[in-house]
């Protein structure tokens, strides 16, 4: 079918390459993306000039200037979503929608990134113009979406800068101008916002989260509240107040409430917005900073550099599991959270590979140890199955297009391929070609199950709490601490449980019960301290389930306890005292796994538990002051003064869970590059591994042989894929009612609500199985657990064929 035709050699996949040939072949697809582009750093170097500051401190400051002028309560913040909220402004929403959808294909498939250099700059620019101009007209209903994509031009034009007008300028020059730019634009920022914030005469008390500032904001959004619900006009005090008056049907109470959150998210986007673009130069520079100290010339430099790459991995990675730590107190600001973590890992990624050349990958692992395991870990099935987790549909979308890119090229006489696919197109299908499908969708399987058992824990652990905070809410502060540590040890001791929940369980108790007696900074003192004595006890119990766990050699081989990074962390938590490796992996690791792994790897206790007790800074006192800050919030009469408090602490446990993570990912790293030599050695105490893993050996080999693609029946490759599509699918169910204003699969639910309380008071009507909605809340869990019984029958099926094949031969 295509327009002109000829005869190329055909791309067949290799099942041979190593980790580096294949990061090479995963460099060279993105690479595709900038075919003809100088690559920094492969021509003659100079130094910056004042005229690279000055659009340097332009790509920084213009787009952060700009956010806030046009989305703050600084500028025209409220103006500006109050113009967006009419349905006709929806409705054209949906084209730009559509524009910003199509227009990219359009590009690809007219292979706009090999434009010279002006048009090739226009098309992006008008690509970002589409995007921004969605952005903006679906301000009303996703308030944050402005912010972000206005903002964004700060790190893609850097990153556009660095690649085509500054690839000659020395890389330790153009981050240490980046660093400078981006700290004197910071300085700007809070130059203007911190005066305007104390001396503007908006309220009378300023721009400060008072009383008087929310009546003006109200008066401010009477336009917004005249479009926001589409059936009337809203009115703050008798729709969205204390005092509203709620509809007897419930579907309109829930839509009015849903609308009333909205606009509510607007008066926080349009006060945080100068703080978020605070935020955003300060990781710029920090960036900056980092990346100046490095030379990417030398190998050290590039050891470094993927050093520094593999603990902010680490870093992002456990950010979004410490989104459950905002989740307890905030869901906007969990799923801002989220939204950022998803973005920082997509940045990471794609600068890492613009960044490095494959070659400094071969001699950065040929000289670090770490590296070897590194790239070797890139290519275990584990890495591939959450690539397929997460962009699974963006796979065949991007096929498919490449198909129509190929005929297009030909109709253009571009190409004289008879071939059906473009040369990265064949590349990426020899990739998929030879991966093990058998592996890498049993590993997506487990994954989303993990997954679900984590959120699902979260629903269930507010449920139980709601109910006992009812419970006990007359009981005496004394008798009250002893059965909250009951309840938390009891909790703690349930792998799905985060122990966020419990923390801000015990400032709400606490907190509420305090507020009448000893005062609400005592009680805060008081429950914190309940809860690190909490910690400890359940930490024991936990490692003594580890420790039983331990003395059977096959869990010993499951958590890798021959392994040299296994090895490693265990002489750093071995180490006598409170280093700063044993204290972040204690601290900065999940809760259950953390302590058990201990257990297993037979740590001592007291050592274990002397490096727990900063514990109490990074996460109990943070978390125990938002729980007691919610009732803060319910019971006083300037509520709303105390959010702006709670959502520092939620945001401050968060991000320090966030950096324990990378500062333990960093001493594991080190110790591995470091001792080695020592790590990898042979142990006595390993020999009963050794030996299970030798018996063992034919029964594992039987297994691979059964469980490879080619040799699944059409049946069992059937099983595997719907059990690993139905877990995919209650991902991202899970994950769409995470940032949804909207649940659409569980109601909101926090621990301060009452079960007994109508929904539009955020309660479940009586009954704790409301919780789920349908129908996505109550299939989800069905898909739930016909994945988890497809598992299972898959894996018992797959074992007895394996046997079957052990006696056959």
Request: aromatic share 8%; glycine share 8%; hydrophobic share 50%.
């Amino acid at each position: 079918m295509g327009c002109s035709s000829g005869k190329t050699a055909k791309v067949t996949p290799s099942t041979t390459a190593g980790p580096i040939e294949d990061l090479q072949g995963v460099h060279e697809i993105v690479e595709g993306a900038t075919a003809g582009v100088q690559v920094p750093g492969e021509t003659a170097e100079r130094s910056a000039r004042p005229v690279h500051y000055l659009v340097v401190f332009l790509s920084c400051s213009v787009p952060s200037a700009a956010t806030v002028l046009g989305l703050s309560l600084m500028g025209f913040g409220i103006q500006v979503y109050s113009e967006m909220a009419p349905h006709e402004i929806e409705r054209l929403s949906h084209v730009f929608s559509m524009l910003s959808i199509v227009y990219p294909v359009l590009l690809f498939l007219l292979d706009a990134h090999q434009l010279p250099g002006v048009p090739r700059s226009v098309a992006a620019a008008l690509l970002f113009a589409l995007v921004e101009a969605t952005a903006l007209l679906k301000g009303s209903m996703h308030p944050w979406a402005p912010v972000g994509c206005s903002l964004m031009p700060t790190p893609l034009a850097l990153m556009e800068i660095r690649r085509v007008w500054c690839h000659d300028i020395k890389r330790t020059s153009f981050y240490k101008m980046v660093c400078a730019c981006a700290s004197l634009t910071t300085l700007c920022l809070l130059l203007a916002w911190a005066p305007w914030t104390f001396l503007t005469n908006y309220s009378s008390t300023g721009a400060l989260w008072t009383a008087e500032t929310k009546t003006q904001l109200i008066r401010d959004s009477a336009k917004l509240y005249e479009h926001i619900y589409r059936e009337r006009t809203l009115d703050w005090a008798t729709d969205c107040g204390p005092s509203k008056e709620v509809p007897e049907d419930m579907d309109v109470a829930a839509e009015i409430m849903a609308a009333c959150t909205k606009a509510q998210t607007v008066w926080i986007v349009i006060l945080t917005v100068p703080f978020i673009a605070v935020l955003l130069q300060l990781l710029v520079a920090a960036f900056g900073f980092l990346r100046c100290r490095l030379d990417l010339d030398k190998e050290e430099g590039v050891v470094s550099f993927l050093h520094e790459f593999m603990v902010l991995l680490v870093g992002v990675l456990m950010g979004v599991y410490a989104t459950l730590y905002a989740a307890g107190a905030s869901t906007q600001l969990a799923s801002a959270f989220m939204a950022f973590f998803a973005m920082a890992m997509l940045a990471l990624m794609v600068y890492t590979l613009k960044e490095l050349r494959p070659n400094m990958l071969q001699k950065a692992s040929e000289r670090s140890a770490l590296l070897k395991y590194f790239a070797k870990g890139l290519q275990s099935d584990w890495v591939k199955a959450l690539a397929i987790g997460t962009i699974n549909l963006l796979i065949p979308a991007f096929l498919g297009l490449d198909v129509l890119r190929q005929q297009v090229r030909r109709c253009r006489g571009k190409s004289v391929d008879d071939e059906l696919q473009t040369q990265v197109g064949k590349r990426i299908m020899s990739e998929l070609r030879a991966w093990n499908w058998s592996g890498i969708l049993l590993k997506v399987v487990v994954i989303g199950e993990l997954f679900a058992c984590v959120v699902l824990g979260g629903k269930f652990a507010f449920v139980v709490f709601s109910w006992l905070n009812k419970l006990l809410a007359d009981v005496e502060l004394m008798t009250l601490g002893i059965i909250l540590a009951c309840v938390g040890c009891v909790m703690f001791l349930l792998p799905p449980v985060p122990g966020s929940a419990v923390y801000i369980f015990f400032g709400i108790v606490i907190g509420k019960n305090a507020q009448g007696n000893i005062g609400f900074w005592p009680g805060v003192g008081v429950g914190s301290l309940v809860g690190l004595a909490v910690k400890l006890l359940a930490s024991t119990g936990q490692y003594y389930i580890g420790h039983f766990l331990g003395k059977s050699v096959r869990v010993q081989k499951a958590v890798g306890g021959d392994t040299v990074p296994t090895r490693a962390v265990e002489k750093i938590l071995k180490h006598p005292g409170m280093k700063v490796g044993k204290v972040a992996i204690l601290v900065g690791g999940p809760d259950w796994p953390t302590s058990v792994i201990c257990g297993i790897l037979q740590v001592s206790v007291p050592q274990m538990l002397l490096g727990t007790l900063p514990v109490y800074f990074v996460s109990i006192a943070p978390q125990t002051l938002v729980g007691a800050l919610l009732t803060k919030e319910l019971g006083s009469n300037d509520a709303k003064m105390w959010v702006a408090l709670k959502t520092v602490a939620t945001g401050i446990a968060a991000l320090s869970q966030a950096a324990a993570c990378g500062v333990a990912a960093y001493a594991v790293m080190k110790t591995v590059e470091r001792d080695h030599v020592e790590l990898a050695q042979y142990r006595a105490d390993h020999q009963d591994i050794a030996e299970l893993t030798r018996r063992e050996a034919a029964f594992v080999d039987a297994l691979f042989e059964e469980t490879r693609w080619s040799a699944l029946s059409r049946q069992r490759r059937l099983v595997l894929s719907a059990a690993a599509l139905a877990h995919w699918a209650v991902a991202g169910l899970l994950l769409l009612d995470y940032t949804l204003l909207r649940p659409i699969c569980f109601r909101k639910f926090d621990m301060t609500a009452d079960i007994a309380a109508p929904f539009v008071d955020g309660g479940l009507d009586g009954n704790v199985l409301n919780i789920a909605l349908l129908p996505f809340g109550a299939g989800s869990l069905a898909l739930f657990f016909v994945g988890v019984l497809l598992h299972a029958c898959h894996i018992c099926d797959l074992r007895r064929a394996a046997k079957r094949r052990l006696e056959e031969s």
